[in-house]
C-alpha cells in the first residue's frame, strides 16, 4: 500500500527550515517538512475526514439538543427591542420538559453505575479466585482516586441526549511533591522532607465530546473498541504538550515544533453553537490535537517490518505536526476507546438520542406557550382605531395600562364616542396551554420519564392501592432498566475489562486497599480481620478474570415487603435454618434494600481461642456460683462500653 501525499496546509518555511534533532522511533523521519513526515500525515489526515465527514452530518442535531438542554432560545428583532424598553415582560422561552425528562432517566440508570465497587469481577479458576478479589480492590481504589463516576456520569448523559458518549481509558503514572518523616542522626528529632515521588498509579478516564469523536463510519457505535480506525479530538496548550513531550520517554515528539505555528486549531475541532471564542482570534498556545487509532499492517505504512496487522496510535497536532506513532501492544487488543450508545440499531455509527427523539414535540410546545404569551401581551393594550382629528396622537402611543387620552382642544366638552373605537378579534391561543401540556405529557411516556419517576402522583378520583402503585412503577423502572442492562453490556463490560487488562500490564508498584464492604469476609479471613490495610503487589494480580454484568438491583428494591416476608418465613422453618444463612441473607436483603454499609454493624470477633455458646440465664447464673464461668472485662464478647 503506497500511503499518500496531501501538503500540510499552513506549514510555514520556518518549520521546515528548523531542526531540533529529535531521534525518532524505528529510526523514522518524522522531521516537519521532510517527505516521508508529509505523505504520513496525508494519510492520516484522509483516514480522519472519512470520520468526520461520517459524523458531522450530526452536528447540526447536536446543536438543536444543546438548546433544549441549556434553555435557550434566540430572541427576535421584535423581542430584543421589548426587552430594551421594558425587560420584564416576557418573551419566548424553552420549556424544561426534555431537561427534566433527562435528569429523570439519568437518575433512575446513571446512579446503577456509580455506586461502588463500579467494576465487579469474578476468577475464572479455583486459583484466580483470591487474585481476582484484590483486582476488584485495587480497581475501585482507582476508581475513587480518578474520580471515575463523574466520567460515567457524563459518557451515560452525553448517550441518552445526543445518542453517543465515549471515552478513553488510560494508565498513568503521576508525579509530585509528598511530606514524609525523615530520621535525623542520633539524639536527633524527626523532621519532615518534602520529597518527589510517584502519588498516583492507575487508570483514568478522559470523557470525548460527541463533538470531537471521529467514528470509523463501517462500524456499529456499540464496536468502537474493535473498529479498524477511529479517534478524537482534544483541545490542549503548547505548553502540557512540552511537559507530556518531556515526561513520555521518547514516545511524544516533535511538541518544540510547535512555537513557529501560528495557529493551532484543527479543521476537525467542531466548535458548539454556544462557544462565543472564535477560533480565528483563539490565543496563541492552544493546540487542538488529533488522536486516530488505525489498524494497519507496519510494512505497508513504511512504519517497519511486520507483515501482519498492528493497531497504531497517532498523534497530530493543528493538523500538520505529527508528535506521536507507535504501536499500542496492549495486553487486552483492543482500541481503548469505548462508546456507549443505549439507543443503537446494530449497525449505525452514530445512533438518535433519545432527547431527539422528542425534539418535534419540544419545538411544539414551545411554540404553543410562546404564541399564547405573544397573544396576550399584544392584547394588553388592544387594537384601537381613532380619528387623529379628535385623538391626541402622542397620548395613544403610550403603552402603558390604563392610559389618559385627551382630545384636541376644538372638541372640549363635545362626545367623542365615534372618535376611538377598540377593535375585537377572536382569541385563537386560549387552547394553546392545554395543548402544550398534552405534548408534554406525551413527551413523558415516548422517553419513559413518567410521572411517577419524577416523584408526580397523579391525581385521580379513587383511592391507588400500595400494589397497583408498586405495579405502576415497577413497569416504569422496566422500560429503564432494558437500557441500564444494554449500557451495562456495551459499555461498562469492554470498559471493565481495559481497567483490569491496563492494571496488569502498567502496574510497576504496590498499592494498599481496605478491606471494605464487597469480598470483605472472604479477604478479612485470609488477611486477618477487615478494616485494615494490606499490600497488593502486581504479582498478586496475575490472574485470568471475567466480568460481573448489571445485576438490576434497581428494581428489587421495590420488593422490601417481599424480602422481609422471605425472611420471615426462613426464620420460621427449622428446615430452612439448616440449610440457608440467616446472617448472608439478612446482608443481602439490606445491601439490595440501599444499605451500603452493613458490615458496619458486625460484633466484633471473639478473643482467640474463645468459641462462645449460647446458654439460659439459670444456667449461666448456677456456674457462675460453681466458679466455672467469669465476666469478660472490657465487653469483649458482646459489645458495651468497658471499664
Known sequence: MEIGFDDPAGL????????????????????????????????????????????????????????????????????????????????????????????????????????????????????????????????????????????????????????????????????????????????????????????????????????????????????????????????????????????????????????????????????????????????????????????????????????????????????????????????????????????????????????????????????????????????????????PLVINQSDMNDPEPGMRIRTRKSLWGKKVGDAIEMLQFPDVTQGHVADAAALLSLMKETSGATDVLQGVRRERGERVSATESRDVRLSALSRLDIKSLLISWQFMRPLSIMLASQTQQFMSREVYIRIAGRWEEELGALYGGGGKPIAVSPLDLAVRYDVLPYDSSAMAGEYASTWVQLLQIVNSSPELMVKIDVTKLFKNIARTLGVRNISDFDRRQSPVGVQPTIMPDEMVAAEQQKGNIIPIQGGEMGGGFGG
Request: include cysteine.
Open 12 to 387: 510555514s518555511r520556518d518549520l521546515r527550515d528548523v531542526n531540533y534533532h529529535y531521534v525518532y522511533p524505528n529510526g523514522l523521519d518524522l522531521k516537519p517538512g521532510s517527505e516521508y513526515h508529509d505523505k504520513l500525515l496525508g494519510t492520516i489526515m484522509k483516514r480522519a475526514r472519512l470520520g468526520v465527514d461520517a459524523m458531522s452530518a450530526r452536528y447540526e442535531k447536536f446543536d438543536e439538543v444543546d438548546r433544549l438542554l441549556r434553555l435557550y432560545m434566540p430572541p427576535t428583532k421584535e423581542e430584543e427591542k421589548i426587552k430594551i424598553t421594558d425587560p420584564t415582560k416576557p418573551i419566548s422561552i424553552v420549556i424544561p420538559a426534555s431537561y427534566a425528562n433527562l435528569e429523570t432517566i439519568m437518575a433512575n440508570i446513571a446512579t446503577q453505575f456509580m455506586q461502588l465497587p463500579i467494576f465487579k469481577y469474578i476468577g475464572v479458576g479455583p486459583e484466580d479466585t483470591v487474585g481476582t478479589m484484590l483486582m476488584e480492590k485495587v480497581i475501585e481504589y482507582q476508581t475513587v482516586w480518578a474520580g471515575m463516576p463523574t466520567g460515567i456520569y457524563s459518557v451515560i448523559r452525553d448517550a441518552l441526549a445526543y445518542g453517543i458518549g465515549a471515552v478513553s481509558p488510560k494508565f498513568v503514572v503521576e508525579e509530585g511533591v509528598i511530606s514524609r518523616k525523615s530520621q535525623g542522626a542520633l539524639y536527633e528529632a524527626p523532621t519532615v522532607e518534602r520529597v518527589m515521588d510517584v502519588i498516583y498509579e492507575g487508570n483514568v478516564l478522559d470523557v470525548i465530546s460527541p463533538y470531537s469523536y471521529i467514528p470509523d463510519p463501517n462500524v456499529p457505535a456499540e464496536r468502537a473498541h474493535s473498529s479498524d480506525c477511529n479517534g478524537y479530538v482534544d483541545r490542549t496548550t503548547r505548553l502540557k504538550l512540552l511537559e507530556s513531550e518531556a515526561a513520555s520517554g521518547g514516545e511524544i515528539f516533535n511538541a518544540k515544533y510547535l512555537r513557529h505555528i501560528d495557529s493551532g486549531t484543527s479543521t476537525f475541532y467542531h466548535k458548539r453553537y454556544y462557544d462565543e471564542v472564535n477560533s480565528s482570534t483563539y490565543p496563541r498556545g492552544v493546540f487542538d490535537v488529533t488522536y486516530m487509532f488505525i489498524n494497519l499492517v507496519p510494512n505497508d505504512w513504511k512504519l517497519g517490518p511486520e507483515e501482519r496487522p498492528q493497531r497504531w496510535l497517532f498523534a497530530v497536532a493543528a493538523d500538520k505536526v505529527i508528535l506521536m506513532a507507535q504501536p499500542l501492544e496492549l495486553d487486552h487488543g483492543l482500541v481503548p476507546l469505548v462508546v456507549c450508545a443505549p439507543e443503537c440499531d446494530g449497525y449505525s455509527a452514530s445512533p438518535i438520542g433519545r432527547l431527539e427523539l422528542m425534539r418535534g414535540m419540544q419545538v411544539q410546545a414551545d411554540w404553543y406557550l410562546n404564541s399564547r404569551v405573544t397573544s396576550v401581551r399584544k392584547s394588553l393594550n388592544g387594537c384601537i382605531v381613532y380619528d
